[in-house]
C-alpha cells in the first residue's frame, strides 16, 4: 500500500515538472516571437529579492491595474501611457526601474520609450504578472489587500495564467 502511494505521488510530481517545463518553452517561444528583447528581462525570482529596491511601473490599463497589481507599482497604463507624466512622477533617470503587464509583451514596449527618453537602467518582468502569479506570489487589488483576481486582459491571454481568478471583460 506505501509503495503504490510513492508511485503516485513520483508520478504527480513527474508530470507537475514536465507540465510546468512545457509552459515556460511555450512562454519563451510567445516572448521571442513578440518582442525584439531590446529591454533585459528580469525574473521573477530575481525581482522578489529586490522589489523593495526598484520602482514597478504596470504598463497595463487602469481597469487591469484596479483588479490586481504588484506591491508599489505605479499604473503607467499601455495606450493610455503618457511619457511626459511618468518623467514628472520619476525625475532620477538612472533609478532602477522594472515593468510589467500580464506577459512582458506591451511591458517592453513602455520600457522603449523610458529608454529612449534616457532612463539607463529599465528591466522587463518576464512573464509580467502572469508569471508572478503562477509561482505563488502576492499581487493586492485596488484597496491594496492581496487578491487570489487577475485581470488577463481577455480570454485567449487567460490560458497563461495556471493559478489565481481568471478575471477578463
Known amino acids: 500500500m506505501q509503495n503504490k502511494k510513492m508511485k503516485k505521488l513520483a508520478l504527480f510530481i513527474c508530470i507537475s515538472i514536465s507540465v ?32 523593495n529596491n526598484v520602482i514597478l511601473l504596470d504598463a497595463r490599463e487602469e481597469r487591469e491595474f484596479k483588479i490586481s497589481h504588484l506591491k508599489d507599482a ?58 508572478w502569479k503562477n509561482n505563488d506570489l502576492e499581487v493586492l487589488n485596488s484597496k491594496e489587500k492581496p487578491t487570489d483576481s487577475v485581470h488577463t486582459f481577455s480570454k485567449v491571454w487567460s490560458k497563461w495564467l495556471q493559478k489565481g481568478i481568471k478575471v477578463y471583460d
Open 74 to 131: 505605479i499604473c503607467v497604463g499601455y495606450d493610455s501611457f503618457n511619457l511626459k507624466k511618468t518623467e514628472v512622477k520619476l525625475p532620477n533617470k538612472e533609478a532602477k526601474i522594472v515593468v510589467y503587464c500580464s506577459l512582458g509583451i506591451r511591458s517592453e514596449d513602455v520600457a522603449e520609450k523610458l529608454k529612449k527618453a534616457g532612463y539607463t537602467n529599465v528591466l522587463n518582468l518576464y512573464g509580467g504578472i502572469f508569471e
Open 20 to 51: 510546468s517545463g512545457f509552459s515556460q518553452k511555450k512562454l519563451d517561444k510567445l516572448l521571442k516571437r513578440q518582442n525584439t528583447e531590446s529591454t533585459p528581462y528580469i525574473s521573477v525570482d530575481a525581482l522578489k529579492n529586490i522589489q
